[in-house]
């Protein structure tokens, strides 16, 4: 079992900046895929960026290319860094643990942290 622990949520004026952080416990060896999703209200959730093994491989959504960075620094601790935030980055932020990042929505999710810009 895996449990995933968020912080660094909160409200920021657009064109600000935020800093997410995400530590895995528990059996964590095998998985190799880190990575964050975000629903807001009323929406789908979708996928913001993973990173794969030791950083070898990292992916954004479209939306937030050129703005966020995702990092790992330990196997088991992922950041995103988050700038020039947008109204429509407003969501509840999750971070995901899996084998691969194909299958990262499948895999274990941390309670959320939640990101408000206005």
């Known amino acids: 079992h895996v449990q995933l622990v968020e912080s660094g949520g909160g409200s920021v004026q657009a064109g600000g900046s935020l800093n997410l952080s995400c530590t895995a416990s528990g059996c964590t060896y095998k998985y190799n895929c880190m990575g964050w999703f975000r629903q807001a209200t009323a929406e789908e959730r979708e996928m913001v960026a993973y990173?794969?093994?030791?950083?070898?491989?990292t992916d954004y959504h479209a939306s937030v290319k050129g703005r966020f960075t995702i990092s790992r620094d330990t196997a088991n601790t992922v950041y995103l860094r988050m700038n020039s935030l947008k109204f429509e980055d407003t969501a509840v932020y999750y971070c995901?643990?899996?084998?691969?990042?194909?299958?990262?929505?499948?895999?274990?999710w941390g309670q959320g942290t939640q990101v408000t810009v206005s």
């Open positions: 995901a643990i899996s084998d691969t990042c194909a299958a990262l929505h499948l895999g274990y």
């Open positions: 990173i794969y093994s030791g950083g070898s491989t």
